[in-house]
């Protein structure tokens, strides 16, 4: 039986006239047991892999293995299926002829789709709208797999399909399935994936030399077969003329859940989570309330963690109205710790952006900015991927060099690690 509970952690003095509340809410879950062992659940997986022209040698080879070292992950009894992805998708297995448009994993369908990855040829370009929409598909043509999962692999870019035409697979899916995307190399690029992983609820990460892709597909198939929550919802009460002003994860990873609210009831708004393993999650709540007099307290929010509607976890978040400035001034550490980490995200992305358009002074600010703040939160990994895209003179001040002759898998991994945070000692 899983256990959660939830902790808040704010300041929560505000001077007089002040409007916004801010709390770092931890939500943590224990005992969750596997994917799709609960009462009336089952689990759905479907591994993706970019079978396109450009695969061809090393980077197909390596895809075949990890594919069916993700297979030997998945438990027996879940749902799944692999799709070959190129300028179009195909089902590689179950086989097109089969009755079912996903089968359930025995030994039987453990081997007979090793078999078929094993056959897989590299042809054709990349659309991968295509390949989130056969996914979609078999997975709403399964319904029995109410926890669904998938991995998706490519080296290349997005280059045989519109841009319109990928994002409106991404909507399409978006609620339908998770979806953890990897990329192999350095000719993949970064913001397609991550708009995929974003919407989908999964993770974006670079693969730098394809032979790390198998220990990096077991990983994930073990991390998702190791959730037994199916699915769970943050929700988040505020009263009756305030204004939530935005809910985001921001540990392990940051993820502006703000604009995915669907209202429960006038003042309650919804928030996706997607499924649990053993974890615990942060996130960061704003709330605008009405000032009040000095000595007032009010409930500014009450933030709560439900599956199938039933509440699991709950935390409060408060506002006490005070002139003594001693008790208004701190900024609670975690609050301070998770808006770094926050900013630092979006400076990295910034800085990497301005440098690929040839805007060498805002990189060198941003990029600055991020190692200035890489610094204050303790991100010692950021810290060192920003050593391989700057020369540091004074990581506290943000004062840096471009470096000159860049390799691109050292952004591109700056890049995908962008959004990872450390987490704060409460």
């Known amino acids: ?202 993770t974006v990460d670079l693969i730098a030399k394809p032979a790390d892709m198998a220990a990096d597909f077991e990983s994930i198939i073990k991390q998702s077969m190791g959730r037994g929550v199916a699915a769970a919802e943050l929700r988040v009460w505020a009263p009756q003329g305030s204004e939530v002003l935005f809910v985001r994860q921001v540990a392990p990873t940051v993820e502006d859940l703000t604009t995915r609210k669907t209202m429960v009831n006038p003042l309650t708004g919804s928030y996706p989570t997607g499924s649990w393993g053993d974890e615990s999650r942060d996130y960061h709540v704003a709330v605008r309330v009405a000032s009040k007099p000095v000595g007032s307290e009010q409930l500014a929010a009450r933030v709560q963690l439900t599956v199938r509607d039933e509440v699991v976890a709950s935390g409060l978040v408060k506002a006490r109205w005070s002139n003594d400035d001693a008790l208004t001034a701190r900024i609670d550490p975690a609050v301070a710790h998770y808006t770094g980490q926050t900013e630092l995200a979006s400076a990295i992305q910034d800085g990497l952006a301005a440098k690929a358009a040839g805007d060498a002074a805002t990189a060198t600010v941003k990029l600055g900015r991020a190692v200035q703040l890489a610094a204050a939160t303790g991100n010692d990994e950021a810290t060192a991927k920003l050593r391989k895209v700057v020369e540091i003179d004074d990581a506290n001040e943000g004062t840096v060099r471009l470096r000159r002759d860049v390799a691109k898998l050292d952004e591109m991994a700056l890049d995908t690690a962008s959004t990872k945070t450390t987490r704060v000692r409460k």
């Open 1 to 202: 039986m899983a256990e959660f509970t939830a902790s808040v952690f704010q300041n929560e003095f505000l001077s007089d006239g002040a409007t916004d509340v801010h709390a770092i809410v931890t939500v943590t879950v224990a005992g969750a047991g596997q994917a799709g062992q609960g009462q009336g659940m089952a689990a759905g997986e479907i591994i993706i892999v970019d079978t396109s022209g450009s695969m061809t040698g090393e980077n197909l080879g390596a895809a075949k293995h990890a594919a069916s070292v993700a297979i030997d992950q998945i438990l027996d009894g879940t749902w799944f299926a692999v799709i070959s992805g190129t300028d179009t998708a195909a089902r590689a297995f179950p086989y097109p002829n089969a009755r079912l448009p996903m089968v359930q994993m025995e030994p039987g369908a453990r081997a007979a789709a090793k078999q078929a990855i094993a056959s897989f040829q590299p042809s054709g370009g990349t659309a991968m709208g295509t390949w989130l929409t056969l996914a979609r598909e078999l997975f709403q043509a399964t319904p029995q797999a109410t926890q669904r999962h998938a991995i998706l692999l490519t080296d290349g870019k997005n280059e045989h399909e519109s841009a319109q035409a990928l994002s409106q697979a991404i909507y399409n899916a978006t609620g339908v399935f998770q979806c953890d995307a990897r990329g192999v190399g350095s000719r993949w690029q970064v913001d397609e994936l991550r708009q995929i992983a974003t919407a989908l609820l999964g």
